[in-house]
Nanobody
Framework: QVRLMEFGGGSVQAGGSLRLSCAASGYTFTTEYKDYCMGWFRQTPGNDRERVASLYLGGGDPNYADSAKGRFTVSHDDAKNTLYLQMNNLKPEDTAIYYC????????????????WGQGTQVTVSS
């Protein structure tokens, strides 16, 4: 099965930047990686998990939550089989646990379609 592992979380001051990485493995045991959606989601206590950014590995433009547009950039390095989330101009409202996820045969924009998840990494933005 697909395995995902996030790296890069931490604590920063408002206005700072973080770069999250998600190392993926196991595609060769399921299907070719370009058939997958991948995304970043975040969750705070008492709230539903929300999509931050998603990307179809076969091509096309990424999709972003309104709160992430203009500040966050999602990308995928095919050679390294790694998904990234560059987060700039971070705000205290961005504080959450961030999860990397993958979906096969689903809708990249729908959190319910994602069936592979990383363990999560904490991002804390102080004011």
């Amino acid at each position: 099965q697909v395995r995902l592992m996030e790296f890069g979380g931490g604590s920063v001051q408002a206005g700072g930047s973080l770069r999250l990485s998600c190392a993926a493995s196991g595609y060769t045991f399921t299907t070719e990686y370009k058939d997958y959606c991948m995304g970043w989601f975040r969750q705070t206590p008492g709230n539903d998990r929300e999509r931050v950014a998603s990307l179809y590995l076969g091509g096309g433009d990424p999709n972003y939550a309104d709160s992430a547009k203009g500040r966050f950039t999602v990308s995928h390095d095919d050679a390294k089989n790694t998904l990234y989330l560059q987060m700039n101009n971070l705000k205290p409202e961005d504080t959450a646990i961030y999860y990397c996820a993958a979906a096969y045969g689903g809708d990249c924009s729908d959190v319910g379609e994602y069936n592979y998840w990383g363990q999560g990494t904490q991002v804390t933005v102080s004011s």
